[in-house]
Each structure stands twice: as structure tokens, then as C-alpha cells.
């Protein structure tokens, strides 16, 4: 019998749009700093601000979203999430201050939350049931694209070209999505009312948050709390280093570890468990930044790139994996969006803290004690989530013995 057919007209559409919409996240995400410190005069906080108001806008906007969705359909908000950023990537060159930029990032966050709510909503109707799982990895592979192409394509238009060019290519990779997204069309699927969603769920339209979720998602903040740190501001550390040369490959090389690296560390987690992934992953993580706080060579700087990469590349994917599995089958897109949402959080505020630090601190020595700070993170997945898991596994069979 033959497969369903996955890549159709649709999923490319979709896959394009959450390529692109991801590139300008990241394309900006390591510019705007460099930006705001040298022509906009702004503070080493107001920078790291420019990073945490995206995300809050984002991290609010997410709930607000998925009651549209049910609403008005998955289509409207999609469209109109691409209109919003669109609009907010050509309002770019109009911003002459760190607070006419904020206001600026924070509509554009507007856009962001909806936009990603929205096509993780439509990806799933478009993908065949009985091809979700390599369907989903395909999807999961455009943002790691976005992720490694976006900051190395941002900083070499930003160094070799100037803003005003790279705010011109920002604005049509936004426009690109938008023409991508036009061409997507949906199934038609049986609309639900509420209270049909409420009676075979059990979960009330309100509920934005999947209470079995929020230990392992609180676990994934911590660690964003310090990865914010790195991403965020990793192209002025490699500024103050002379390293800008290879600055945009420190996310290449990550993505590339990380795409090398997810297919077995997925499975070693389905055969021998989430604790035997994430402890060593914990532990390359801080090994990682610790060898980025005294690179002062391309080797070492790139070497920190690959171990944060497979570190932190593999503990993110199994803390989200544990945040689904923990959850009831119908609760597992609740469960998803629970995740992300305490994820940017912690992104969000460690954003911010690590640009206050930054402007008293050397960005060297941060990262220093980061690495030691992911070390007690150990302790953190042990409280939050391995120690919670251990006795509820011993009830289990305590149970089944009785």
C-alpha cells in the first residue's frame, strides 16, 4: 500500500514559511544588540531589552492566539500573523531611538507569537497521520536552517553591506513568507465547538497551561536562562575577542552538531531513557560555555559552538519530548504550547539580566560562571523532574505488585 504523499504543494508552503519566519527571528536576533550599542548609543541592558520585549510580547500574545484560532479559523490568524511581521520588518528604518526600537520589537513579538501558533497548528492537519513522526522532523528542521543561516547571513550583510541593507533583506525575507504562506491552502476538517473541545478533552478553552508540564518546563527556563545569554550576545563577545571573521559560524557549526547529532541521540532516548541523554548533555552544555569564556582563537571559540550544539542541542529536544510524554494524549498540544511559553520566559528574563551584567561584567567572565550555573542545573532536572519520575515509576510497580 502506498504512503500518503507528505511533500505536497501545502507542507512546502508551510515549510518555506517557517524557514523564513525563523531565518529573520535569528537574522535579527544577533544584529539588533550590535545595532542598539553602536548607532542607536544605546546600554549593554537596553540591548539585552531588545531581545526580552520580543519575546514577552510573543510569550503573551500565545494564549490570546489559540482562542482566534479556535474562533476564527487557523487560516485568518495565519495570514494575518505574516501581515503583522511583515509590516513590522519595513517599519524597521523608521526607529531612531532604543525606545521608538522597543516599541517596534514588541509589535513585531505580536506577530512572532501569532505566527508560530498558527503554523504549528496548520503543520499538523497537513502532515499525514500515519507519516507525523518523519513529517515533523522535516518541519523541526527549517527552524534549525533558520537558526544557522539567519545570524550567519545577518552579521556578514550587517558588516559588509551596512543596516540600511540589512534591514531591506529583512523585510523581504518577511514579504517571501508572506507570499509563501498565500499559497497554502488547508483540509477542511469538522470545526469543533467549545464545548465538544471541553467534553472530549476535559479541558475547559481557558486552561492555557498543562499543569503535568510545567516541572520539566520550568527546567528548560533555567537552562534558557543562560543559552539566552549566549545567542543573544555571543557576536559582541567575539567583537571584543577579534573574532568577528568567524562569529557568524559559531551558529553553523552549532546547527550542524546538532543536525549530525539529533538522530542518535533520539534514539538512545527512546531505548535507554531520558536520564542517560540529558545528564551528559548537561554536562557537554557547561563544558561548552566554559571553553567559550576563554576562546580567544577561531579553534576554541568554534570548538565551544560544536559542544553547546550537541549539549544543549540534545537536553532541549528530550526536556520537550518529557514535558509531551508526561502529558495525556489529548493534552499533549496543550503540553507543547506550555513549554514553549515557560522556555521564552526564561529566554525573555535571562535576556535582560545578561544584559545588566554585561555593562559591569566582561562578557568572558559571564560566561565563566554560566558554566558553572548549568552545573546546578543538574540538580534543578533531579528536584524538578528525574526525583518526581523515579517515585511515581516505584508506585507504578509497587501497584502492579500488590
Request: a positive charge; charged letters at 10%.
Amino acid at each position: 500500500m502506498d504512503k500518503p504523499k507528505l511533500w505536497t504543494r501545502d507542507f512546502i508552503g508551510i515549510a518555506i514559511t517557517n524557514f523564513l519566519v525563523f531565518t529573520t527571528f535569528y537574522y535579527l536576533l544577533v544584529t539588533l544588540p550590535i545595532y542598539a550599542l553602536q548607532e542607536l548609543h544605546g546600554a549593554e541592558s537596553e540591548a539585552g531589552l531588545i531581545t526580552t520585549v520580543f519575546l514577552i510580547a510573543s510569550i503573551l500574545t500565545r494564549p490570546f492566539a489559540g482562542k482566534w484560532i479556535e474562533k476564527s479559523g487557523k487560516y485568518i490568524a495565519f495570514i494575518t500573523s505574516l501581515l503583522v511581521l511583515s509590516a513590522a520588518s519595513i517599519f524597521y528604518f523608521i526607529p531612531q531611538s532604543i525606545s521608538g526600537l522597543l516599541i517596534l520589537r514588541f509589535f513585531h513579538g505580536i506577530g512572532f507569537g501569532m505566527a508560530t501558533t498558527a503554523i504549528g497548528a496548520i503543520v499538523a492537519d497537513l502532515i499525514p497521520d500515519s507519516r507525523k513522526g518523519e513529517g515533523m522532523g522535516y518541519y523541526g528542521l527549517t527552524l534549525n536552517l533558520g537558526m544557522a543561516l539567519g545570524p550567519l547571513f545577518g552579521l556578514t550583510v550587517m558588516h559588509q553591506a551596512g543596516t540600511h541593507v540589512m534591514f531591506i533583506i529583512n523585510a523581504l525575507c518577511s514579504l517571501f513568507a508572506l507570499v509563501a504562506g498565500l499559497f497554502v491552502k488547508l483540509p477542511k476538517k469538522t470545526i469543533m465547538s467549545e464545548r465538544t473541545i471541553e467534553r472530549r478533552t476535559g479541558m475547559k478553552i481557558g486552561g492555557y497551561l498543562e499543569n503535568s508540564a510545567i516541572p520539566v518546563s520550568l527546567v528548560a527556563a533555567f537552562f534558557a536562562l543562560i543559552y539566552s545569554g549566549i545567542v543573544s550576545f555571543v557576536s559582541i563577545y567575539a567583537k571584543e575577542h577579534s573574532l568577528m571573521e568567524v562569529a557568524g559560524y559559531f551558529f553553523v557549526v552549532y546547527a550542524v552538531v546538532l543536525l549530525i547529532s539529533r538522530p542518535f541521540t533520539g534514539k538512545w532516548f527512546d531505548v535507554f531513557g531520558a536520564n542517560t541523554i540529558i545528564y551528559p548533555a548537561i554536562v557537554c552544555f557547561a563544558v561548552g560555555t566554559f571553553l567559550l569564556s576563554v576562546s580567544n582563537t577561531s579553534l576554541l571559540f568554534l570548538s565551544s559552538a560544536a559542544l553547546i550544539g550537541l549539549g544543549w542541542g540534545t537536553a532541549f529536544p528530550s526536556l520537550q519530548t518529557i514535558a509531551i510524554q508526561v502529558a495525556p494524549p489529548e493534552k499533549r498540544a496543550l503540553a507543547t504550547a506550555t513549554f514553549y511559553s515557560i522556555f521564552d520566559l526564561g529566554f525573555g528574563i535571562g535576556s535582560f539580566t545578561f544584559g545588566i551584567v554585561a555593562s559591569k561584567v566582561d562578557h568572558g567572565s559571564i560566561y565563566f560562571y554560566c558554566s558553572f550555573l548549568i552545573l546546578i542545573g543538574i540538580g534543578v532536572y533531579y528536584l524538578l523532574h528525574d526525583r518526581i519520575s523515579s517515585r511515581s515509576i516505584v508506585k507504578k510497580i509497587e501497584k502492579k505488585i500488590s
